[in-house]
């Protein structure tokens, strides 16, 4: 029996990109991942609009929570930054990666599903690299 991967998504508030990576890969790895978001100074709230982008899709992103990397713990198969830069602290990984993804939370509704569109191409090609 294979372990699963442990996968971890970090940005700063954990409301918007980190939680649609965190989403994205229950959704592609389904039981052989075990994903994880965090921010380094977490808002505390799911932006409404990864919400309901997320929910297009059948995902229902209700069931996260924005929390602290303090709240995550071990060691993991990946971790990816998502634009915090020096917020970011080290985690412990076998594979490191920094998406320099734009935050969506200001853009229009297209613009917000091209990233979290791009942001699911990303996380297919992180799983089938691990």
């Not at 998504?9 to 990576?21: D, I, L």
């Not at 309901?52 to 990397?69: I, N, P, Q, V, W």
Request: net charge negative.
């Amino acid at each position: 029996m294979t372990a699963k991967k442990r996968v971890l998504f970090v940005c700063v508030e954990n409301s918007n990109r980190s939680q649609m990576a965190e989403a994205f890969a229950h959704i592609h790895g389904g039981d052989a991942v075990e994903a994880f978001s965090a921010g380094s100074k977490p808002s505390g709230v799911l932006n409404p609009k990864a919400i309901r982008f997320m929910g297009e899709l059948g995902y229902d992103l209700t069931a996260h929570a924005s929390k602290s990397l303090d709240e995550i713990g071990g060691e993991f198969d990946a971790v990816v930054t998502m634009g915090c830069g020096d917020d970011c602290p080290w985690m412990p990984a076998k594979q490191r990666e920094d998406w320099a993804l734009p935050d969506p939370r200001h853009m229009d509704d297209d613009a917000y599903r091209a990233v979290r569109d791009e942001i699911s191409a990303r996380v297919k090609a992180l799983l089938a690299s691990l």
